[in-house]
Nanobody
């Protein structure tokens, strides 16, 4: 399963970015999808997740109210809209797929079976 993440870039604090992650056409609808990030010298961190149906979402506490995860199954794509970005949001962002056939979303990286290549987000103060 190949996941292709895109949309990263450099913005000033307070700015916005929208990340996209495209998956395989035939099976994408079955996957719960998550976004994680990893800053230099830090462990990979859960950011947000959305169930295969789109009915359930979950966020890192510091992302609530600023980030929004959504998906368009017709386009095999999951999005992460990031607003009010802060320098501490700077990291490589990864999308990941959980094929566990549950409508419950998990924040643990160990739950996810497939990972995209990552896209860099840099927020300057």
């Amino acid at each position: 399963v190949q996941l292709q993440a895109s949309g990263g870039g450099s913005v000033q604090a307070g700015g916005s970015l929208r990340l996209s992650c495209t998956g395989p056409a035939r099976t994408f609808n079955n996957f719960n999808m998550g976004w994680f990030r990893q800053a230099p010298g830090k462990e990979r961190e859960f950011v947000a997740a959305i169930s295969w149906s789109g009915n359930n979402t979950r966020y890192l506490d510091s992302a609530k109210g600023r980030f929004s995860i959504s998906r368009d199954n017709a386009k095999n794509t999951v999005y992460l809209q990031m607003n009010s970005l802060k320098p501490e949001d700077t990291a490589v962002y990864y999308c990941a797929a959980d094929i566990g056939y549950s409508d419950y979303v998990f924040p643990s990286a160990a739950r996810y079976d497939y990972w995209g290549q990552g896209t860099q987000v840099t927020v300057s103060s």
